[in-house]
């Protein structure tokens, strides 16, 4: 099971942009961002395969850009135009399976602790 540490969280306003970082103990097949807000559900924000294919949420296509740097076992998300929407506990997770959607990395047992994200108006 790889270890998962987020980073980079914060206060902005609206507009602002943030950079997630997830250290991981280890690189997955699968990997990607969740986040939820209170009294929400969790969602899925982005993902990434290893050959770093991406997938994005519809609320964050166009402002979000999900990556990873191999050769630091760390994963990102870059967080552009960010809305109060936006507001919420960011996730990171990992997965070895396949394919790579939100689906099936919501169903992983290797989770971040998270980092709070808070966009005010």
């Known amino acids: 099971q790889v270890q998962l540490v987020e980073s980079g969280g914060g206060s902005v306003q609206a507009g602002g942009s943030l950079r997630l970082s997830c250290a991981a103990s280890?690189?997955?097949?699968?990997m990607g961002w969740f986040r939820q807000a209170p009294g929400k559900e969790r969602e899925g924000v982005a993902t990434i395969t290893s050959y770093d294919s991406p997938t994005y949420a519809e609320s964050v296509k166009g402002r979000f850009t999900i990556s990873k740097d191999n050769t630091k076992n760390t994963l990102y998300l870059q967080m552009n135009r960010l809305k109060p929407e936006d507001t919420a506990m960011y996730y990171c997770?990992?997965?070895?399976?396949?394919?790579?959607?939100?689906?099936?990395?919501?169903?992983?047992?290797?989770w971040g602790k998270g980092t709070l994200v808070t966009i005010s108006s």
């Open positions: 280890g690189l997955s097949l699968c």
């Open positions: 997770a990992a997965r070895n399976s396949w394919p790579c959607t939100v689906a099936v990395l919501n169903g992983t047992n290797s």
